[in-house]
């Protein structure tokens, strides 16, 4: 085999194995909007489950804690609705939660539980959401300087 042709399997590997672990890029390669939400059409109206005295909010209640699941990234947790409900959030938990992250924000593992942040200043979420927009060059598995330095809150 051709060492062009090695390196793409060993490439392709390796991709499969950060997949098959749940990694993912944290920081997405350019901002896009999300795809727009239409209505089904035939779709009848969901049906309260539960008596009209006992109807459950349409927010869902901001959680505290966080287990990783197959697949996740600090970035879609961050984007959920019990979480932060914006992605570009995500440096939060990761600082968080640094000492439980040992191999970079990139690389996190299903069953780690995180400690979600609440009533962080505006101005540390302000700084969380610099640093996901501008950190630059990153390598899957490995904390590099830039997070190491907002770790420490330079």
Known sequence: MSNKLAGG???SLFVAMAVALGACATTPKQETAPPAQTPAASAP???PSAPESQAASTTPEAISSYEVNRGDCLWTIAGQSQIYGNPYEWPLIYKANSAEIKHGPDL???GQQFS???GA???AVDRAMHYAKTRGAWKLGVEGSADRAYLRGE
């Open 9 to 11: 399997v060993k490439a």
């Open 45 to 47: 109206a969901p049906q």
């Open 108 to 110: 996190i593992f299903p």
């Open 116 to 118: 979600i942040e609440r």
């Open 121 to 123: 200043s505006s101005a």
